[in-house]
Each structure stands twice: as C-alpha cells, then as structure tokens.
C-alpha cells in the first residue's frame, strides 16, 4: 500500500486491518519483534526470582535520610514487573531519594505498602525514567503517616 492509499484512508477516517497476503509482511515484522523481545527476556531470567509484568499505576511515597516520609512529594508511577524480591517501574523524572514507600494497588484487599530500597535509575527515552528496587519491609499506613512492621526502621 503506498502513502496516498495510506493518507485517503486516514483522511476518509477509515481503518481497517490488512486482509489476506497484505496481512504477512505486517504479521512477520511483529513475529520478530516478538521474538527477539522473548529472547532478551530468557537472557534477562537468570534472577532467583521470576518476575511478573505489572503494568498497573503505583504511588510511591518518598522516605528523607532521616526516615522522615515526605507526604506532599508522592507521586503516581507505572508499574512495570513485579518479584517476591523487588519492583521495577517507570516515571516521568528521576527520584532523588534512596527509600521510598510504594503502595501497591491489590483487587480485593487494601493497597500494600512496602518500604523499598531504590538501587538504579536510568534514563530510556521519550521523557521517562527506568527506576529498580529492593523490597526492605511491610509498612503500615496510619493516620499520621506509615509505620514500618519490623526491625527495619524509615
């Protein structure tokens, strides 16, 4: 199909799904994207832990140097995969603080709020950052705050 087919049908506002044979090329580019994406992640995979997509939104409360959360700085980020060990996500700016609080949306039960040691951030293009951390401990959501449920401390 070439471009002034391609700029009628987006003019007339209409989309349709290639049929038949023009559906292949299309089809083989997306199988190898897909294959390549799945190869990178068996590399990816020689973790103790499996890791689970979670592209759900997450909070993520920030914890200073003293332990101190900082409730007016909360921001919402984009989950990306999920371990027993740790969490990996995405967001617009980079985070400037070591320990965070994330809250984790669950579908039947309160949100789950874990303390988590931030230990990469990198930058991947188009205004987002790639941020990994290490799951520390429970935390309690209060009136007043949070409070860690163990020896670990904010």
Do not use: Y
């Not at 988590?116 to 990994?132: I, T």
């Amino acid at each position: 199909m070439d471009t002034t087919v391609i700029s009628n049908i987006i003019s007339r506002g209409r989309f349709s799904a290639p049929q038949g044979g023009e559906a292949e090329p299309m089809r083989a580019a997306l199988e190898e994207v897909l294959i390549a994406e799945s190869n990178q992640q068996q590399n990816r995979e020689d973790r103790r832990d499996m890791r689970h997509p979670f592209p759900k939104l997450i909070r993520l409360t920030p914890v200073d140097s003293q332990g101190q959360t900082i409730l007016d700085d909360a921001i919402t980020v984009v989950g990306s995969n999920l371990s027993v060990e740790g969490i990996n996500f995405f967001c617009k700016e980079p985070i400037p603080f070591r320990r965070v609080i994330v809250s984790i949306p669950q579908q039947s039960s309160p949100d789950l709020h874990v303390l988590v040691d931030l230990k990469w951030c990198r930058f991947v293009g188009g205004g987002w950052f790639d941020n990994g951390g290490k799951f520390i401990n429970l935390v309690k959501k209060t009136a007043r705050g949070f409070l860690v449920l163990g020896k670990e401390r904010l």
